[in-house]
């Protein structure tokens, strides 16, 4: 029921102010419908008027009904009341999502500066820009921020403002890909998990700019202008917990320095290194994954003992100059050799030696050589291969030559 006109016993007199029901409308249109040729007469301005009425308040439900509908399937998860409050504090260059309350979208705009951030933002996108600097002022009140990304910009390293990201108490994951940088900014907050530069023009890693750093997991510096002046026997003191190290296209000779000894991934690709020293890999005792495709490394610039490390389970050494196969060891899961100049396969020397006894319960399935993919093409090896190699990785699934 609804607050309107009520109509009365005889259809001619005044209606009076109560409530209408879906029943006063139906008798309502019944009543127009056999009074529409007859002339108008005074009590018929209420009938008119509870007409009008009755269509209100319907196009009003059908309205509001679909509206809330609609805003309760985007919106679902946000109060309306705070929509208000949201949009008042978002800057004006952005975009603020009422459905993300806490993430700023301001890439692709074309921005020269950074705006004020407000203090509920937790992701902030700032890529494609033609931002030149990072001043603090505009992340004074970002107490809370985990996630910034300022890829492809202009930013260079006498552009960032001291202290502008060290503030930044709570800060995971910072992205400052393509932009204009020559050295590793520092300071850095010691909250920081990814720091991401890749193609930028980095040629120096200031001292201790990773000392602080312990909970940083990944260092990505690929495509940069590091040499092997850019190391210290320190440079790397402090990440205690990195385990992805990436630099690749750079224009190294050599291994990098005393490496932290929890990495397991490491990138070298697209350099010039033409060898490893003897026990490097002592110092990284978990590495897993290994890439060196694409340097200059031959047979002389490998340790006696070769690849021969536990930890390896995928060794990469394609576009390099082996003239044999390395030593490998027997948990190695994945070798790529492709585009070397080997031309043959010595099996006795390459085989991962097996103890003749096996302990109890085991096989030699699950104790011998692991190995499951092995790629030698683009080398001037001649076919078929050596009957040995299939006796010697029986869990090989793949040979590519």
Known sequence: MVRGFRLSKHHNKAWSEDTVSSEDCKNLANFRSRHRTQRYIPG?????????ICFIIWMLFITDTVWTRSVRQVYEATDPEDWMVYDFDCPRECFCPPSFPTSLYCENRGLKEIPAIPSRIWYLYLENNLIETIPEKPFENATQLRW???NKNKITNYGIEKGAL???KKLLFLFLEDNELEEVPSPLPRSLEQLQLARNKVSRIPQGTFSNLENLTLLDLQHNKLLDNAFQRDTFKGLKNLMQLNMA??????MPPR???NTMQLFLDNNSIEGIPENYFNVIPKVAFLRLNYNKISDAGLPSSGFNVSSIL???????QLTKVPKISAHLQHLHLDHNKIKNVNVSVICPATPITLPAEQDFFSYGPHLRYL???GNEIETPIPMDL????RLLQAVII
């Not at 296209?249 to 050599?254: A, D, F, V």
């Not at 995928?314 to 390099?320: F, R």
């Open 166 to 168: 060290s503030q930044l």
């Open 390 to 393: 299939m006796t010697c990785f």
């Open 249 to 254: 296209k750079n224009s190294l000779r050599n």
């Open 44 to 52: 018929q301005q209420g009938i008119i008027m509870a007409t009008t």
């Open 375 to 377: 790629r030698l093409d």
């Open 148 to 150: 910034i990304n300022l």
């Open 314 to 320: 995928d060794l990469q050494l394609s576009h390099n």
């Open 259 to 261: 490496l932290p000894a």
